[in-house]
């Protein structure tokens, strides 16, 4: 195997890294009325998005739309009208995070094999990858509701290490979620905590990167 093969991986997490992800300033735009003000926001962001698993379980595909509504709504109070209305506006939020399409775009012209590695619902993977040319540059990525897998479940970390052909080779995993940076580590991974572009470049440097 040439030193070029044997080159670390770089995997990216999508939203919140690559992605715009700020569900306080998604509530505050749809559902102004419950979401008023920062704190209201926050609060309800996490009692919609964390809170009762609902959420992860459509990431992870086990649960469809309109089951997703009606138990949010039963969880927070909201109509079913105002979940459907928050789900169906989070396509327009997932937008490129430009400093961090260029350092992938960067990465890609040095010869790093890249892939990405996401909890995403069904219709959000599909929307994403239609509308955001980026996703060309990897070599290849999972979504968990399409494999019924996610993170930080060991067993999504197993079949990416599969998928990616990862036998032999070092991972450095890029992601916002401590709890699934920690499981990365576990498994073997080095790993990134996401704050910012330009702090990621520096810490792949420090890792052989650059």
């Known amino acids: 195997m040439s030193a070029a093969e044997l080159k670390p991986v770089v995997i990216w997490d999508v939203g919140a890294v690559l992605l715009r992800w700020r569900p306080a300033v998604l509530l505050q735009r749809v559902l102004p009325r419950h979401a ?20 992860g379980a459509y990431d992870r595909g086990d649960v469809e739309e309109a089951a997703l509504a009606q138990r949010i709504a039963h969880r927070t109070g909201l109509t079913e009208a105002d979940v459907h209305a928050v789900i169906q506006a989070v396509p327009e939020e997932l937008q490129p995070l430009p400093d961090s399409v260029a350092l992938l775009h960067a990465l890609r012209q040095r010869g790093w094999k890249q892939y990405f590695f996401s909890n995403m619902p069904l219709g959000y993977a599909a929307h994403i990858e239609k509308a955001h040319g980026f996703f060309g540059l990897f070599h290849g990525g999972l979504f968990s509701a399409r494999v ?59 890792l052989g990167v650059a």
């Open 36 to 55: 008023h003000d920062e704190a209201s926001a926050l609060a309800l962001a996490r009692r919609f998005f964390v809170e009762g698993g609902d959420w």
């Open 148 to 206: 019924r897998r996610m993170k930080p479940e060991r067993e999504f970390y197993e079949l990416a290490h599969e998928r990616f052909n990862l036998a032999g080779r070092s991972a450095i995993f890029i992601d916002d979620s401590p709890a699934n940076i920690q499981a990365a580590r576990e498994f073997g991974w080095n790993a990134v905590l996401f704050r910012d572009a330009g702090q990621v470049s520096l810490d792949l440097k420090e």
